[in-house]
């Protein structure tokens, strides 16, 4: 059985950020910035964990840009 399904770079970069626990930035359309790791997504929402313990949900139509903090994200590890 072939999976037909194509590859979502979105949902590569945040599931990598996720599993890893890489630090990332958050920048808004309305120029805001948020800094935390990424808890879980989905289509329309990114679960953001701040540095203090809380959560919150970001609608992925008002980011603007996803900064990982440190090394590129689809480099090879050594």
């Known amino acids: 059985m072939t999976n037909n399904r194509p590859i979502v770079l979105q949902d590569v970069f945040l599931n990598q950020a996720r599993r890893e626990r890489i630090p990332v930035s958050v920048k808004m359309l309305d120029g805001a910035q948020l800094k935390g790791t990424v808890r879980g997504f ?19 139509h008002a980011i603007a840009s996803v900064v990982h903090q440190g090394g590129g994200i689809f480099e090879k590890r050594a």
């Open 42 to 60: 989905d289509s329309f929402t990114v679960i953001l964990d701040d540095d203090g313990g809380a959560s919150q949900m970001i609608y992925k």
